[in-house]
C-alpha cells in the first residue's frame, strides 16, 4: 500500500516539476558524501545558495527577497550512506554554461568539504522527463525526505526587470565569486561531462566518484 501510495506520489511530484521553467540540471557533492553528516550537508548548502542568490541578484538578494528559483533533491546512493543533491533551476544568466560554470566553480570553492569541479555535474539540461525521473529516483525509498525543502525556492519574481547598471554590477559579482580561471577551469570540467554524457547517455554516470 505504502509502494502504490509513494508511486502516485512521485508521479504528481514529476508532473509538477515538468511543469515549472528549468533547463539546468546539476548534482552537487561532498568531498567524502559518507562522512559528511546530513545536518552539516544542508548547513553548507544553504549557505552556498544564499551565496548564490546574492551573485545573481546582489542586496535584492536580502532587500527584495530575490532568490533563483530552485528544486532540490536529497540523495543517498545505492548503499544509503553517499549523500548528495541534485537540482534543476531556471538558468539565471542569458548564457546557460556559463551560469553551469558559475554554480560549480561557487561550490568548489565553498567549503574543505564540497566537492572539486570535476566530481560536481552541473549540465543544461538535455532531456527533462529524464531529468524529473532520475531526481525522484529515490522517492520510493525516502519519500518526501527527499524533497529538499530548505533549499528549494519555488517563487519566481516575474517584474524583476534588470538595467544595464545591475548588468555590469553583476558581472563584477561574479568576477569576485569566481575568477576567470576558475571558471575556465569549470568550462573544462563541463565540457569533459557533457562529452560523457553524450557518449552514454546515462544520467547515472553522476553518482560515480
Not at 116 to 139: F, G, Q
Not at 180 to 203: T, V
Request: net charge positive.
Amino acid at each position: 500500500m505504502e509502494f502504490e501510495q509513494r508511486k502516485q506520489e512521485r508521479r504528481a511530484l514529476v508532473q509538477h516539476l515538468l511543469a515549472q521553467d528549468w533547463n539546468v540540471f546539476g548534482t552537487l557533492k561532498f568531498v567524502n558524501g559518507r562522512t559528511t553528516g546530513r545536518k552539516t550537508a544542508n548547513k553548507l548548502l544553504r549557505s552556498y545558495w544564499n551565496k548564490v542568490d546574492r551573485v545573481i541578484y546582489g542586496k535584492a538578494a536580502e532587500r527584495q527577497n530575490m532568490r533563483v528559483p530552485r528544486w532540490c533533491f536529497a540523495h543517498e546512493g545505492a548503499d544509503h550512506e553517499n549523500f548528495h543533491v541534485h537540482f534543476v533551476i531556471p538558468s539565471p544568466l542569458q548564457d546557460t554554461e556559463q551560469t553551469c560554470c558559475l554554480l560549480n566553480a561557487v561550490w568548489a570553492q565553498h567549503h574543505a568539504q564540497t566537492a572539486p569541479l570535476a566530481k560536481n555535474w552541473i549540465m543544461p539540461v538535455k532531456d527533462r522527463a529524464a531529468v524529473t525521473s532520475y531526481v525522484t529516483h529515490e522517492y520510493w525509498r525516502m519519500g518526501s525526505d527527499t524533497i529538499s525543502d530548505n533549499l528549494c525556492w519555488d517563487n519566481a519574481q516575474l517584474n524583476f526587470a534588470p538595467n544595464d547598471n545591475y548588468t555590469q554590477q553583476q558581472a563584477h559579482r561574479i568576477t569576485r565569486a569566481a575568477s576567470p580561471l576558475w571558471l575556465q577551469q569549470a568550462q573544462q570540467a563541463l565540457n569533459d561531462q557533457k562529452a560523457q554524457y553524450e557518449a552514454s547517455g546515462d544520467l547515472q554516470m553522476m553518482e560515480r566518484g
